[in-house]
């Protein structure tokens, strides 16, 4: 998919083309404030940036010099506190005029208050920037916290909100990509949670946020030649199989199993040159322009050691100076990490194999560690409701009582297996469920997990005479093509997202599940669609040249998370039924996290630090400070002034101390008597007036006969009020 579309490349041209607009060759400033700066650095390189006659890249927060005589380019999102820092530089016209573009619309308030200040704008726009595309098909908003305020009972007064902000992000990756698509949204059959109508209301922002687009944008979308796309918007009560269950494609396996860090960018610490004396400890940066990485990630841990071990091989045999061996066994994972060691003169791809061998390697001893492959064959059966022979399975129970009794298996795994169990039951007893936690050697508070999955449209416990027929699976499982081998039966779970975008290209997906927002005028347009489709030529037809790209688009929105299966699915449909699918979604799960996100659903709001419960930001007090007069300049030759015999200020001037002694020497009836009324009062009075006139040193001379001689005036009159301040005659 390297030659389609990316959403990365989509985002990073919408700002570099946005500032090349707007600079024309002239050189500017680029204003940006924190928000911005975050989703400016996730897909723009600096460079590419200055390379479009920026002078300089400035933060709003900060404290900057002032350049009246350059134009500013503000890229900034629309949030009260950043615009009060933009009201702040054009009160101090900190720059000559400035250019206003906003990654979302502002309020009716806030664009009111820049009213007063419409001379000093020269451009204002909208930009739809508010999200980070990660790789060239899926998009997160980097939004954790949105998981607890759609489910969460205590976020219901500002749960609106938040799904109309959600929308907006939506909306702008439909506008990125050119899009107005057919919108579809994920209605329950037989709902149980009071969130069953998420899916519902989120399609109908997306839809309203779009319609608004196009009446502002007559342009909008843009003429193709592609078939209109469809925008799948579902929430991740739809399928709470897929976070748990271990998938064990590389991608996937990486991020449960080792610990990648996520944000801003992700990271895997390791030793490079290990064994070496160049030896050091790094955080290797795991990005889209690392083929080995985009090649492998969705393959099966299996087949990407087989290609990584393949590849390197493959190097040896072309490079026969690199190793000395003589016999014809191919060497290990381990062993072809030590040879990679001595690789300097291949520095990019010593590097780039040297990461990925690694990963694969802790992966496979954490896979063995802890017997994967024996949850894994549990945990298939109860996801997919069938053994490995495709059959109704016996005795779940005794199988997932023996994993909990292992030492090998990790608590989490525990937990995952309980929780899956309890999924694939349709709701147990809530004995039963604090029976299998204790056996499990779990806490007792881990029932509050379980319990909450009720929020989340499922069954978690039920009376002990209680009973329902457990609701039909949204998709069978397809047993046709899925392959017989032993490595591949740990793989037979599909997330539903696969099924759905398999029904949505074949033109069956049915409408009582996902209705419509708005009903085509052509109900049988998708299946008109697929039939073009098919008869469309291959991609390879033409290789070496770039052909216009026709492939219909689909966007599917997952609110609440989403899983690297789901993202594994996109790249595969897309590939498989010639389409263009891009994911997005709040944030990527692991099963951990996402456990432990169900758990703090009965957790008290307070304690949970939503972004919305924190004080609101304020722009920094330091932009609001008046500058300081500038030092004053004595002309040259001239004495420092004087004050009591010391000099004011400057290096070495010793601090002027209390005249205590005369102070206490005063009296009310001293000479001057009612002239002076009170000796400390008066005397204030005359420091504030020798500080104005030193204050006005410079214009002394203004108007005058001799500069000399207006010096020595001036410089005599203060010489008698400091006089009088101590309290001495003339």
């Avoid at 209705?515 to 669609?529: F, S």
Wanted: glycine share 6%.
């Amino acid at each position: 998919m390297d030659n389609g579309p990316s959403i990365v490349r989509e985002h990073q041209n919408l700002i570099v083309d946005t500032i090349r607009g707007i600079t024309r060759g002239d050189w500017k400033v680029l204003v940006i404030d924190e928000t911005t700066k975050t989703i400016i650095d996730n897909t723009v390189k600096e460079d590419d940036i200055l390379n479009q006659n920026i002078a300089n890249i400035e933060k709003i927060e900060d404290k900057r010099e002032p350049n009246p005589t350059m134009d500013a380019i503000y890229l900034l999102s629309p949030q009260p506190h950043i615009v009060d820092c933009l009201l702040s530089d054009f009160d101090r016209r900190r720059y000559r005029s400035g250019y206003l573009v906003w990654t979302g619309e502002l309020n009716r308030t806030q664009e009111g208050r820049l009213q007063q200040y419409r001379t000093q704008i020269a451009g204002f726009t909208v930009l739809p920037l508010d999200y980070f595309p990660r790789e060239s098909h899926l998009i997160t908003f980097r939004d954790p916290w949105s998981f607890p305020i759609l489910y969460h009972p205590q976020c219901n007064d500002i749960v609106a909100e938040h799904m109309k902000s959600l929308a907006r992000k939506v909306a702008a990756v439909c506008i990125t990509l050119g899009e107005f698509p057919k919108i579809r949204y994920y209605k329950p059959s037989q709902p149980l949670h009071e969130a069953s109508v998420l899916s519902y209301h989120l399609a109908r922002f997306v839809q309203q946020e779009l319609e608004r687009h196009a009446e502002m944008d007559r342009n909008f979308p843009p003429q193709t030649s592609r078939p209109q796309g469809v925008l799948l918007v579902t929430d991740r009560s739809m399928d709470l199989m897929a976070p748990l269950v271990h998938e064990f494609t590389y991608q996937a396996m990486a991020h449960d199993l080792l610990p990648l860090k996520e944000l801003p960018k992700v990271t895997f610490h390791m030793t490079i040159n290990e064994g070496t004396a160049a030896a050091e400890e790094k955080d290797m940066e795991i990005v889209e322009t690392d083929k080995v990485w985009v090649e492998n990630r969705h393959r099966h841990m299996k087949d990407t050691i087989d290609k990584l071990m393949g590849d390197f091989n493959k190097f040896i045999a072309q490079n026969p100076n690199f190793t000395d061996q003589s016999d014809d066994n191919a060497p290990s994972l381990n062993a072809i990490r030590d040879m990679l060691a001595g690789l300097p003169q291949f520095q990019q791809m010593k590097e780039a194999y040297s990461l990925h061998l690694t990963m694969a390697q802790d992966a496979m001893n954490v896979f063995q560690r802890h017997k994967l492959p024996d949850i894994a064959s549990i945990e298939q059966t109860m996801a997919t409701g069938l053994d490995e022979d495709f059959k109704k399975p016996k005795n779940v129970l005794d199988q997932v009582v023996r994993m909990l009794d292992d030492e090998a298996i990790t608590k989490e795994d525990r937990m995952r297996l309980i929780t899956l169990y309890i999924l694939y039951r349709d709701g147990l007893i809530e004995e039963d469920v604090k029976r299998l936690l204790a056996h499990a050697s779990l806490p007792p508070q881990e029932f509050e997990t379980v319990a909450n999955l009720g929020l989340l449209g499922a069954q978690a416990t039920r009376p002990l005479k209680g009973f329902r027929q457990p609701p039909p699976p949204l998709f069978p499982l397809n047993t046709k093509n899925l392959a017989q081998s032993e490595e591949y039966a740990l793989s037979r779970f599909e997330p539903a997202v696969k099924n759905i975008l398999e029904s949505v290209c074949n033109g069956t997906l049915d409408p009582a599940i996902f209705p419509y927002t708005v009903e085509p005028d052509d109900p049988n347009q998708d299946q008109v669609v697929q039939t073009s489709l098919r008869s469309a030529a291959p991609r390879w037809a033409s290789a070496n040249r770039r052909q216009v790209e026709n492939r219909q688009r689909i966007i599917v929105f997952v609110a609440g998370g989403a899983t690297y299966s789901e993202a594994r699915t996109c790249y595969e449909v897309s590939e498989k039924l010639n389409r263009d699918v891009f994911l997005v979604t709040s944030h990527m799960l692991k099963p951990g996290f996402f456990l432990r996100q169900v758990k703090e659903l009965t957790t008290d709001r307070r304690r949970l630090d939503l972004p919305v419960d924190r004080p609101k930001p304020r722009a920094p007090a330091h932009l609001f400070e008046r500058p300081a007069p500038p030092p004053q300049q004595r002309p040259a030759g001239a004495p420092p002034p004087q004050m009591g015999g010391r000099p004011v200020g400057g290096a070495g001037a010793a601090p002027v101390r209390p005249p205590t002694k005369a102070l206490g020497a005063m009296t009310l009836s001293s000479s001057g008597g009612g002239r002076e009324g009170s000796a400390y009062s008066a005397s204030s009075s005359q420091v504030s007036q020798a500080s104005s006139a030193q204050e006005e040193w410079p214009s002394s001379s203004v108007g005058g006969s001799d500069p000399g001689s207006g010096r020595h005036k001036l410089t005599k009159d203060k010489d008698k009020k400091k006089r009088n301040i101590f309290g001495l005659k003339k």
